[in-house]
């Protein structure tokens, strides 16, 4: 088995809300007690809806936000505790590809500006003949071809899809091992989404990448995890309530929530989409995370919840090679 | 081959009720590399009662066709050419009496924006009442009775939702009361502009299945227009499918998701990993969507199509109607599927 690359344990973030007419601060725990584990070379997708933390969750591992109490090891140093030189090192090491390319780049320097001024930083090259290669060659490992054509260009002046291509040869610019795509195709077309993903899984063949895929798509999600392999995290209010390896988490769910985020995924079937009926759920709406339900986080909404849930919060336990935080797990996996 | 105008005639009895016809539209737009085309020669029909789904992805012109369909004009688009008939009559040519009876009475609109359409400073009840003061409807008791119907129909609890205002709605909410804000004058006609596209996973499929249940009780015509088509799935009974500003296959939406005859439709439907099916079947569009301002000659899909010869590079194809509400715009559809 290969080494473990990012590791958290019992990881918190809370942020701090303040109360518009006085009354004091409060918090709201964006991020609670997530223990995950990342290989060299392995996946994880994170799936939740808005407001679940994945996020979150992923800048925390990036050591762009710092927890409120836990820790996040990368190569089994907490990244906290590191030296300034190890830092800046992990930093160089583990990158982000965001969600709206538009906005992440800045809108008033060329394209050849954005990626060689990484590579002059860290001095990966020494001069900017040797950027010019160097972004020549990250172009065309990204599918952007002849690579002249897009150096001189502005962000404004190209696709969405060529964008999010830039912001993956910058993610991959600094040779990282560990890179967080958070919704990295979600704004995209959908005829490129998939081309987007196959790319991210060639390079990650090609340099040997870890990713942290946060998506809320559980159809992108399958076609990421069956391509690249790996295992599935499912977030809600913060908290992880299953985690298991790749597509089975999908097929066959262990949490109620899962089976509602599978049940209430589109199928582009008329005949099946139109035979399904209303998602069974006691309440529609996602709880505010200041107002989140005792006991079982998700007791609110879930068709299946009784007195228990409502009052005891579950276990985050193994259940077969699955991880699951629910009191029915055992009898829910087999329909009971 | 036949081309929609000359089918038009011969096929008008054959079919329902035509409440609104598009022909020939073609808009453009300034901006500042030139004129883009957003609308290019678009043919449709929409069908009393049916819900319509209009798919494309961005920039294939299909919110510009629901703003035209109001007249919401934008101050820098250029209407080129074409006519929008809505019960026989050209919506170009109303006068602004004529207009105001037409919007939200006959035809109304829920816009992308749907989680910002509500004024920050009125409660839902001014909302409703406010429009129907506005289309000359003074009778507040009976505008709130119907508020409070179409409210309940949306599965929101109207004694509660009534009294407040937008920031205490949640965004599904939100969604739903703009949409009976839509309902509230009985339009023959509601536009959904991207309904969903705002709305969490959960929230999305109970706004589709509501609205599926409504267009059902009331009977009214839908235009549901989304980038997303398996949403479609769940609740058009026609779709159409829109590329580089033209509608290039129009159908049932079994015969567009079971049998799609155009080589996007088919691409497009391979592209979109679900939860069920054979994982390993999906895969991209080659290429990229055309660039607008400057659309390749020929069929517009051409450069991304695996099937494009000499002949789709340099001419157009036709939309042709090739069976029941069934149109399809290219030149090989016949070679392809073995007709």
Same mark, same amino acid.
């Given at each position: ?336 | ?77 250029? =209407?080129?050419?074409?006519? @929008? ?5 050209? +919506?170009? /040519?109303?006068? $602004?009496?004529?207009?105001?009876? #037409? ?32 289309h000359g409807i003074r009778d507040k008791k009976s505008v709130i009775k119907k508020a409070t119907e179409l409210l309940e129909m949306v599965r929101l609890d109207s004694d509660v939702v009534l009294r407040r205002y937008q920031h205490e709605l949640s965004g599904g909410m939100k969604q739903r009361v703009v949409s009976a804000l ?37 009977? =009214?015509?839908?235009?549901? @227009? ?5 949403? +479609?799935? /769940?609740?058009? $009974?026609?779709?159409?499918?829109? #590329? ?96």
């Amino acid at each position: 088995m290969s080494e473990v690359l990012v590791e958290t344990k019992n990881l918190v973030k809370e942020f701090k809300i303040r109360r518009r007419f006085g009354g004091g601060d409060r918090f709201i725990r964006a991020v609670d007690n997530v223990s995950i584990t990342l290989r060299e070379g392995e996946n994880l997708a994170l799936v939740g809806e808005s407001g679940s933390g994945k996020s979150t969750l992923g800048r925390l591992t990036l050591g762009l936000l710092r927890p409120t109490s836990g820790n996040v090891f990368y190569m089994g140093k907490d990244i906290w505790k590191m030296t300034k030189e190890e830092f800046r090192e992990f930093r160089r090491n583990a990158q982000i590809i965001h969600q709206d390319p538009y906005s992440s780049f800045n809108p008033v320097k060329t394209i050849f500006y954005s990626l060689s001024t990484p590579l002059l930083h860290h001095k990966i090259a020494r001069n900017k003949r040797e950027a010019y290669h160097m972004v020549a060659d990250l172009l065309r490992r990204v599918g952007l071809e002849p690579p002249s054509d897009f150096m001189n260009r502005y962000p404004s002046r190209m696709s969405g899809g060529q964008l999010q291509r830039i912001a993956i040869a910058r993610a991959i610019s600094l040779r990282p091992k560990y890179i967080v795509a958070d919704e990295a195709v979600s704004m995209l077309d959908a005829s490129l989404r998939l081309g987007i993903i196959d790319l991210l899984l060639d390079l990650q063949k090609e340099y040997g990448l870890s990713y942290l895929f946060i998506t809320h798509d559980l159809g992108i999600t399958r076609y990421f995890i069956h391509k690249g392999g790996g295992k599935v995290a499912v977030m809600y209010l913060g908290s992880l309530v299953e985690l298991g390896k790749g597509e089975e988490v999908i097929r066959n769910p262990y949490h109620p929530y899962t089976r509602i985020l599978v049940e209430a995924s589109p199928i582009p079937d008329p005949k099946m989409a139109k035979s399904r009926g209303i998602p069974k759920l006691r309440s529609l709406d996602i709880p505010s995370l200041t107002n989140i339900p005792p006991g079982c986080k998700f007791s609110s909404r879930c068709p299946y919840a009784d007195t228990i849930c409502e009052k005891k919060v579950p276990e985050y336990r193994k259940v077969d090679d699955r991880l699951v935080a629910c009191h029915y797990a055992e009898q829910f996996k087999t329909g009971e | 081959m036949e081309s929609l105008q000359e089918t038009e005639q011969s096929n008008s009895q054959e079919e329902d009720e035509i409440i609104l016809s598009i022909r020939n539209l073609t808009i453009d737009f300034k901006v500042p590399r030139g004129l883009l085309r957003a609308v290019d020669k678009l043919n449709l029909d929409v069908y009393k009662g049916e819900c319509l789904g209009i798919v494309g992805e961005s920039g294939s012109g299909k919110s510009v066709l629901a703003h035209a369909i109001l007249r919401l004009k934008d101050p820098n688009e250029i =209407i080129r050419d074409g006519k @929008i008939l809505f019960e026989g009559r050209n +919506v170009f /040519e109303f006068s $602004d009496k004529e207009l105001r009876e #037409y919007r939200w009475k006959d035809v109304s609109i829920v816009f992308q924006g749907a989680l910002t359409s509500l004024n920050p400073v009125l409660r839902v009840i001014s909302h409703m009442v406010d429009t129907a003061e506005a289309h000359g409807i003074r009778d507040k008791k009976s505008v709130i009775k119907k508020a409070t119907e179409l409210l309940e129909m949306v599965r929101l609890d109207s004694d509660v939702v009534l009294r407040r205002y937008q920031h205490e709605l949640s965004g599904g909410m939100k969604q739903r009361v703009v949409s009976a804000l839509a309902l509230l004058l009985d339009p023959k006609l509601v536009i959904l502009d991207e309904p969903t596209s705002a709305l969490d996973m959960l929230t999305q499929k109970f706004f589709v299945k509501i609205l599926a249940e409504i267009k059902r009780k009331k009977n =009214i015509t839908m235009m549901f @227009i989304t980038h997303d088509i398996a949403t +479609v799935a /769940e609740i058009a $009974d026609r779709v159409a499918v829109m #590329y580089a500003g033209k509608v290039i296959e129009v159908g049932p939406v079994e015969e567009i998701f079971y049998n799609p005859l155009h080589p996007y439709t088919k691409a497009l439907l391979n592209s979109i990993p679900s939860v069920v099916g054979d994982v390993s079947q999906f895969k991209p569009i080659p290429g990229i969507p055309p660039d607008p301002v400057n659309p390749p000659p020929g069929c517009r899909f051409h450069p991304r199509c695996p099937f494009a010869t000499d002949t789709c590079s340099k001419v157009e194809p036709n939309l042709e109607k090739i069976g029941y509400k069934r149109w399809i715009s290219c030149h090989r559809w016949r070679e392809i599927n073995h007709v």
